[in-house]
């Protein structure tokens, strides 16, 4: 079994949407072995997005991530990561296949109510960025 992270972004949590997305997340077949709701310090969000810290849009997004709470979750599942890209759909919620959660929830490309890793390397940094192993059941 694989596991991803993912985050629920304070764009949806905002708008009370964090139930409708967790409810596609176990209708798709994840188990969810861990989550909580936290707010990130604009460092900590820093630290999150470093490989992104060279980017235009940089700044705006680590303030973005830290206005408001967050959702944090690993996710477990055959091919968890990929499966997990998909039901997030793309980037930017106009590129977005229908039926996917930024095609139906995403405000913009910046404001797209989730994330997921890409890789198992960097699913391994990021769930260990937010949980221990206690907190993973
Ligand atoms: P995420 O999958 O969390 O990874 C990096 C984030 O940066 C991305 O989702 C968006 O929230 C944001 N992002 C990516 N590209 C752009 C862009 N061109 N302009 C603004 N924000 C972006």
Redesign the pocket.
Known sequence: MERTFA?I?PDAVERNISGKIISKIEEAGFKIVGMKKIQLSKSQAEGF?YV?KE?P?FN??CSFMSRSPVIVMVLEKEGAIAAWRTLMGA?NPANAEPGTIRKEFAKN????SS??SDAPETAAFEISYFFNAFELV
Do not use: A, M, P, S
């Open positions: 985050i972004k997005y992104h980017r849009f705006d997004l980037t490309i910046e404001e797209n994330h997921g």
